[in-house]
């Protein structure tokens, strides 16, 4: 492991201490080697002992944070066990008989005891800090206190200069590794960062670690303008009485050279991006699934989503990432790591499948409810899929209430009761992502490591910018306020539907009434009409006329009618193409006998008619005469 070059090299140091005999003036005489060559005219010096003992320990202390070791578990391990060895080598060194040996008690607690505790304790409270992160439950304390504080180094006792600029590239190693694992965009992050790129430029520290926690605070400083300058909001600092605009230097910065193009690219959905992954996306298509780093697959799963839209695809990938957790090893850091990778990429997929046109909700909801049962079980309460899935029911709502359909109350049931349980669901999730939504996803360990002067340097944040939750709250709260206001309508309409109801009712009665009083009417009316009528009648002809006009005209009373008491009802696509056939039959029948008695067949017909009835009159004057 990584971390045995810190136990290592501490121990070299440190055993030798650990036996009481080494205490022992008795004990102490002619072995050089055992004493490290300290021993000079028949004395021990312990102050340069001290010295620079201190300063290489510390040093490997400072190194260690820099490669990321305390995502290891043994090296928590480690500390605790070098913290009660300094605890022990501090009662040994009172067996010191001071009135032989030229030794000074007080410089060796003040140059090595002390300084050694705090750097112990410190790196301690950093790994039980970010465990508490890495275990997701982010433990709200009110404050961290040291019992060995670096103020009381400097001011209550005699360290060296020497071991004092240590102590500072160690507590600002510290420092950065905080901010970077709780990255915000809040001004106090960017504050403490200038204010150490500063001392950092302006003290004679190690050159090499100097170099790397620049580079690193200043990397930092980039993203958090970037970010910012992403949101719309100004970055700029009053300094001597003018406002400058921050600026980095990107061929000089090894993070911001590699990590540059990434950023610009992946926080960009324009055509450029797009281009990008594309060749991205070529290049990776050729290895296999399992030969894909976690960031290799992140930038597929963007690709897919966004420009590529293949569901099936996007999901192979998913799948792959949620193999892997199986092959991890047990640690805090890896628990984490596939938490939040595995979520960032569930979150891609139900942000996929819910833009889809053709995703029942049923499908949608069962995704839902696994990744909230996966969330659960690995204590990640991310809000993203709360946002989505909230806004696409309020479309969903929307669109019914559009059509105002009558069936508002039952079609609309199921999707107020999805949306209030994702309100409580969020509920309960925003506080946890006010603390915990720092960055999205992480790689492996040694994906993360980028090498300075032939040191791999850790930087876990990658390219990700820091978050900006206040947006995300704020667009949330917005859908949820008008999902509100729907549900508002609804209970409303809820409360006065059985009223509307039984109003509705006796409005089918009185309609009904109605229509039967009019149909009556309209048989009475044609019976009346039609009688009326015959005297009008001459022929056929005429009398077909007549039937046709007047059936036509009550057809019309009758269609009036049920349009005033039934309305859009009749109005339906099926009726409007009866009525039309109709009005076109009455039409065509019309045309028909116009033709068909204006020709000479009708001619005939007529002629005959007024045969017989010449006929018939001549009988009947016949009969008369007879009868005279």
């Avoid at 020497?162 to 901010?179: C, D, M, P, T």
């Avoid at 099936?312 to 640690?331: A, F, G, T």
């Avoid at 409005?507 to 229509?515: A, V």
């Amino acid at each position: 492991m990584v971390e045995n070059s810190l136990k290592h090299n501490v121990e070299i140091i440190i055993n030798p201490l650990l036996e009481e005999d080494f205490w022992r003036s008795d004990k102490i005489t002619l072995d050089v080697d055992y004493c490290y060559g300290l021993i000079s005219s028949g004395t021990i010096d312990l102050k340069k002992f001290s010295i620079e003992k201190t300063q290489e320990i510390i040093k490997y202390l400072v190194l260690s944070i820099t490669k990321g070791e305390y995502v290891f578990p043994d090296t928590l391990t480690f500390l605790k066990e070098l913290s009660q060895n300094l605890n022990k080598i501090r009662e040994n060194s009172y067996y010191f008989e001071q009135d032989n040996l030229s030794f000074n008690n007080k410089f060796f607690q003040d140059n090595f005891i002390l300084p050694l505790n705090y750097c112990v304790t410190s790196y301690i409270s950093l790994i039980v800090h970010l465990n508490d992160i890495y275990n997701l439950e982010n433990t709200d304390y009110l404050f961290e206190f040291n019992t060995d504080d670096e103020n009381d180094i400097y001011t209550k006792t005699e360290t060296q200069e020497e071991i004092a600029k240590w102590l500072q590239i160690f507590g600002y190693n510290i420092v950065i590794v905080r901010i970077e694992n709780q990255f915000s965009v809040e001004k106090r992050d960017y504050k403490t960062l200038l204010n150490i790129s500063h001392e950092l430029n302006n003290n004679d520290f190690d050159t090499t670690f100097k170099n790397i926690l620049k580079q690193k605070c200043d990397f930092l400083r980039y993203k958090w303008v970037i970010r910012r300058k992403r949101s719309g909001i100004s970055v700029k600092y009053l300094k001597d009485g003018a406002f400058i605009e921050p600026k980095f230097e990107d061929s000089t910065n090894v993070f911001i050279s590699k990590w540059k193009n990434d950023i610009d690219f992946h926080y960009s959905d324009g055509i450029a991006s797009n281009d990008r992954f594309r060749v991205i996306y070529h290049s990776l298509k050729r290895k296999k699934l399992n030969e894909l780093t976690l960031y290799e697959l992140h930038q597929l799963i963007k690709y897919t989503k966004d420009f590529k839209k293949d569901y099936i695809l996007l999901c192979q990938y998913v799948e792959e990432i949620k193999k892997r957790e199986s092959s991890l090893s047990d640690s805090d850091y890896n628990r984490y790591i596939f938490a939040k990778d595995y979520n960032y990429a569930l979150n891609n997929k139900f942000s996929f499948l819910i833009s889809t046109k053709d995703a029942s909700l049923e499908t949608i909801n069962h995704l839902y409810k696994y990744i909230k049962d996966f969330q659960e079980s690995k204590e990640v309460k991310n809000f993203f899929v709360n946002y989505k899935y909230l806004k696409f029911i309020v479309e969903e709502i929307r669109k019914i209430d559009d059509n105002s359909s009558e069936d508002y109350l039952a079609v609309t049931q199921k999707l107020f009761l999805l949306g209030e349980n994702i309100i409580d669901n969020y509920k309960s999730d925003i506080k946890w992502s006010e603390r915990n939504l720092v960055f999205l996803y992480f790689f492996e360990y040694d994906k993360s490591l980028i090498k300075i002067n032939d040191i791999p340097v850790f930087l876990q944040s990658n390219f990700q910018l820091p978050l900006s939750p206040t947006k995300y709250f704020k667009e949330f709260n917005e859908i949820k306020n008008e999902f509100l206001k729907f549900k508002g309508k609804y209970d409303v309409y809820e409360k006065i539907n059985p009223q509307v109801q039984k109003v509705k009712e006796l409005e089918k009665k009185d309609i009904r009434d109605l229509e039967r009083l009019s149909l009556f009417t309209a048989v009475i009316s044609f019976i009346i009409g039609g009688v009326s009528g015959f005297s009008f009648i001459k022929d056929t002809y005429t009398a077909l006329i007549f039937f046709i006009i007047f059936s036509a005209s009550l057809i019309s009373f009758l269609i009036v009618l049920f349009i005033f008491t039934r309305g859009e009802k009749i109005l339906k696509k099926r009726n409007i193409i009866l009525i039309i056939v109709l009005y076109l039959f009455f039409g065509g029948s019309l045309l028909f006998l116009r033709y068909y008695f204006n020709n000479d067949y009708g001619k005939k017909i007529d002629n005959l008619e007024s045969e017989i009835k010449k006929m018939k009159n001549n009988t009947t004057l016949q009969q008369q005469s007879g009868i005279n």
